[in-house]
């Protein structure tokens, strides 16, 4: 198996490209200023470990500046209370989603998720024949465009299946386990 290993002008590439400077970044890293300069000339070979530090040092630095926006998916697909849930199921299978936020008259009121069908359903419960508003469970958590994907990553480490981007009191984006999942990935 072969690895690459980014040259110094790589290094000093990406650091440039990130706005941060040397400084910044050996904070980041923790090592020293000096330590990055020299690195950054080709005029000391770092070891493995160090190299590996001022990488993930970039990598943080890179994701912290993404935000909801960037990795929103948009548009929302929505529902309303007063839609049978037969209606939300045939939506979410056509869509390939797994939960719906609950829409009335351009308000946020709830939210409807497979998970909640799935346990009236095991409960013997008849769900097909009910509206939304019968089966919908709290709203999903709202964040703006701006909010950081750390942020959007703790509300859905918390168990929330989605996060809601709102822009202005308009729903604008969605952002799901698996869009937060790609985001960490690239």
Known sequence: MMFYLPSPED???ARKRLGITQEELARM??????????I??????????????IINALG??????????????SPVISVSTKEPVRKAISLMEKKGISQLPVVDE?????????GTIMKRLSEGKDVFDKTV??????????????????????L????????????????????????????YKK
């Open 11 to 13: 290094l000093k590439q």
């Open 29 to 38: 890293a923790g090592v020293s200023q000096s330590l990055i300069a020299r």
């Open 40 to 53: 950054e000339s080709g005029s000391v070979d770092p070891r493995l470990s160090t190299l590996r530090k």
């Open 60 to 73: 943080e630095f890179d994701r912290s500046k993404i935000c909801a926006k960037d990795i929103m998916f």
């Open 106 to 114: 351009g308000r946020l009121v709830g939210s409807l998720s497979e």
């Open 133 to 154: 508003g019968d089966l919908m469970e709290e709203s999903f958590p709202t964040v703006n465009p701006s909010t950081s994907i750390d942020v959007v990553r703790h």
């Open 156 to 183: 859905i480490i918390c168990g929330n299946p989605a996060v809601l981007v709102v822009d202005k009191g308009e729903i604008v984006g969605i952002i799901t386990k698996i869009d937060l999942i790609s985001a």
